[in-house]
């Protein structure tokens, strides 16, 4: 008689199979995760040129009519919304649409606060990724958003 002294495997333990899946969760998390900081850094960078796009379209619309737009009352903010007729599409082609739907608000402020003079300065407050607030513009009144700091971009 002959002893086969080679033991043949079937398949994989129970064991084994719990590893390699235990093992595909951490790697799918850490993936997941590095997905979304990507994401948010790519929204961050999106917002930061659109902001800028619409600042260049202030400074043409500013250098064909030497004022800024005067949407709304002066020193009250309004909706960045509200820039669309002064400024689509000759300036620029939209109001892009992450500004609106994050709430960003525009205002407008003329000479000595004489409502007869030209504007001219102008305050977007836009949202920041921490979920925050932040100023941008020409001439920014400090009083426009009290305790909003100025954008670093």
């Given at each position: 008689?002959?002893?086969?002294?080679?033991?043949?495997?079937?398949?994989?333990?129970?064991?084994?199979l719990l590893v390699v899946i235990a093992i595909i969760g951490v790697l799918s998390s850490v993936i997941l995760v590095s997905l979304n900081k990507a994401r948010s850094k790519g929204e961050d960078a999106a917002r930061i040129?659109?902001?800028?796009?619409?600042?260049?379209?202030?400074?043409?619309?500013?250098?064909d009519n030497n004022s800024y737009p005067k949407k709304?009352?002066?020193?009250?903010?309004?909706s960045v919304v509200g820039l669309k007729p002064?400024?689509?599409p000759k300036y620029i082609s939209v109001i892009p649409e992450n500004l609106q739907?994050?709430?960003?608000?525009?205002v407008w402020r003329p000479t000595n606060s004489n409502p007869s003079n030209p504007s001219n300065s102008y305050g977007l407050r836009v949202s920041?990724?921490?979920?925050?607030?932040?100023?941008?513009?020409?001439?920014?009144n400090t009083g426009w958003w009290w305790s909003t700091p100025q954008?670093?971009?």
């Amino acid at each position: 008689m002959f002893f086969n002294s080679h033991h043949h495997s079937r398949g994989f333990t129970l064991i084994e199979l719990l590893v390699v899946i235990a093992i595909i969760g951490v790697l799918s998390s850490v993936i997941l995760v590095s997905l979304n900081k990507a994401r948010s850094k790519g929204e961050d960078a999106a917002r930061i040129s659109n902001v800028k796009a619409l600042k260049t379209a202030m400074e043409l619309y500013y250098d064909d009519n030497n004022s800024y737009p005067k949407k709304g009352s002066m020193n009250t903010g309004q909706s960045v919304v509200g820039l669309k007729p002064y400024l689509v599409p000759k300036y620029i082609s939209v109001i892009p649409e992450n500004l609106q739907k994050d709430g960003d608000l525009y205002v407008w402020r003329p000479t000595n606060s004489n409502p007869s003079n030209p504007s001219n300065s102008y305050g977007l407050r836009v949202s920041t990724d921490a979920g925050g607030w932040c100023l941008t513009g020409v001439n920014i009144n400090t009083g426009w958003w009290w305790s909003t700091p100025q954008c670093n971009f």
